[in-house]
């Protein structure tokens, strides 16, 4: 591709607007508009986010957010002030209840409210009854690049993953670190060969933090996610469990999530630690043929997820 060295754009006024720079840095959100010049857009949604805020109620765990393992996906509380919690009860596929018929308000009350934990249920029942539902798509979407010099991808425009985790922020501060870091020594941003040089290894450098936090994310959000398939919910269960022995078993993954530690090898080791920890559970004190048969689907759900 041609070097970008300029852009055109419209304003509301009707006045078109020329900008030229040695480098332009795309980053117009998960709608953009310019990615499809710049990478392979792959597109999927997972599932969509139904959003409320609750207000005048108290976490069961003040100043923390919470991750509900409901049916059939994850709900989200976290404090957004002093007095509000937003709630994001996740509905897996692309369509989601209609909220103009009352479908939506009827299925957050029959299905999501008896799984809310009991501090938050009035709170949540008096938004639904207020009307203000949102709903957002949950997209992902993985880092296919078509190098062009002069222009540079970044954000949800470049990347996406199921938003579960909370990883989309983690994730570009990362690739800003990496792209200052990389800029840094360059004397002369109008010398495009040196410029191109420094920036072909931006997609390089960034795919440690950016690769972990993204599998972690699907992982953990396919894990989470209610199955009637037994092998998945002992996965569910023992992955719980995990995180609740302390230590390193909790450590370690809270650094993956947060990019603290975004070493693929340690997200690998904690994966299949969580496996073999739910095959031992399962074995324990006495295995049977069930249970060892078990503990393979359960070996064998952790290698697909």
Known sequence: MGL????????????NLKACAPLTIVCDGCFSNLRRSLCNPKVEVQSC??????????????????????????????????????CLVDVPGQKVPSIANGEMAKYLKTVVAPQVPPELHDAFISAIDQGSIRTMLNRSMPADPYPTPGALLMGDAFNMRHPLTGGGM??????????????????DMNDASALCK???????????????????????YKVFCASPDQARKEMRDACFDYLALGGVCSTGPVGLLSGLNPRPLSFVLHFFAVAIYGVGRLLLPLPSPNRLWLGARLISVCSLV
């Open 170 to 187: 983690t994730v570009a501060l990362s690739d800003i670190v990496v792209l200052r870091d990389l800029l840094r020594p360059l004397q």
């Open 198 to 220: 420094y920036l072909e290894s931006f997609y390089t450098l960034r795919k440690p933090v950016a690769s972990t936090i993204n599998t972690l994310a699907g992982a953990l």
């Open 4 to 15: 970008l060295k300029a852009f055109n754009t419209k304003q509301k006024v009707g006045k």
């Open 49 to 86: 986010f139904v959003g409320l805020v609750l207000e005048n109620c108290q976490l069961p765990f003040p100043n923390h957010g919470h991750v509900i393992l409901a049916n059939p996906s994850p709900i989200l509380f976290y404090p957004i002030s002093s007095t509000e919690v937003r």
